[in-house]
């Protein structure tokens, strides 16, 4: 007698009752309404049957979850790919950028040497030639009227020009040197 008072105040005491058997006793009584005898009889396929159809909506729940995941797993495989042809494209874009850089500092030197040598040939045949209007006063006939000054200014520097032409010689510059002073003879 003792042990079926205490197993009934068990079955009946609330302090006992953990918050899980609580929920679930709340669940029970959602599809089981009545306490009859074809009622506690079908409870078995009754809970059974809820526990498919939980199941079935949970498989149905993952599934999409999963395709879903396959789809953001594809997305990241395509952003990794871009990633990878951008960091491609910047890399070779880097070097040919590298590559046009030193092309420009190599023209840019080029340009120098060039306009270094563009101004030396200016000055050299400023140096070794006679401007135009001493040129024309040595090379008009010799019958024609002449101012003194402007014969002798030119002929002056014909003879400097004709110098500068003799220094020359021996050097690296040695047909010019001939050419000037042939010029200037």
């Known amino acids: 007698k003792r042990m079926l008072q205490r197993k009934l105040k068990q079955a009946i005491d609330p302090t006992l009752a953990s918050d899980e058997l ?57 952003i990794c790919t871009a990633s990878s042809a951008i960091a491609s494209r910047l890399h070779s874009t880097r070097a040919a950028t590298e590559d046009l850089i030193s092309q420009t500092a190599a023209l840019r030197e080029q340009a120098l040497h060039t306009s270094k040598c563009e101004r030396l040939a200016s000055a050299l045949a400023n140096g070794l030639q006679l401007p135009p209007e001493e040129e024309a006063v040595l090379n008009s006939p010799p019958d024609a009227a002449h101012e003194l000054d402007k014969l002798l200014g030119a002929l002056a520097l014909a003879r400097k020009v004709h110098g500068r032409g003799r220094s020359l010689a021996g050097s690296e510059f040695d047909a010019l040197s001939k050419q000037v002073c042939a010029q200037m003879s």
Do not use: C, I, M, P
């Open 22 to 78: 609580t929920e679930a006793l709340n669940v029970l009584s959602g599809f089981y309404t009545t306490n009859s005898l074809a009622d506690r009889r079908a409870l078995r396929s009754t809970v059974e049957s809820q526990a498919l159809s939980l199941n079935k909506r949970l498989l149905h729940a993952f599934t999409q979850l999963e395709a879903e995941l396959d789809t953001a797993e594809g997305e990241l495989e395509e």
